[in-house]
């Protein structure tokens, strides 16, 4: 082991493992021109947030990529129980439930 990775913190190891998750399995956000930050992690509840920006703020299928996201995380990475991700609908009305925080035992 490496000295870098003896001194990642929790933290920081949630970020990597989250923006793993992410490039791998939902490599069409940055693809089509959307970026992804991590705005919080949270170990003491588990919970991970999430930022998508640029081209998935005018994309109609985000809401779906979001669900995908939310739903999918935390089956892959074992500190995570809910997903919060955001986009630039967030907040424009109804129907959008893509800043809820959603828990892993929901069905797929």
């Known amino acids: 082991m490496s000295e ?4 990642q913190s929790p933290e ?4 990597e493992d989250v923006s793993l998750f992410l490039k791998r399995n939902f490599p069409q956000i940055e693809g089509h021109g959307g970026e992804f930050s991590i705005t919080e992690v949270d170990l003491e509840e588990r ?3 999430i930022n998508l920006t640029g081209a998935c703020s005018g ?4 809401p779906m990529t979001t669900q995908a996201i939310q739903r999918r995380l935390p089956s892959d990475i074992d500190a995570v129980d809910r997903v919060s991700v955001t986009t630039g609908f967030d907040g424009l009305g109804d129907g959008n439930s893509s800043g809820r925080d959603v828990p892993s035992d929901v069905p797929f």
Not at 4 to 7: A, Q
Not at 59 to 62: E, H, L, M, T
């Open 4 to 7: 870098s990775e003896t001194e």
């Open 12 to 15: 920081d190891a949630v970020r």
């Open 47 to 49: 919970r991970v947030s």
């Open 59 to 62: 994309c109609g299928v985000s």
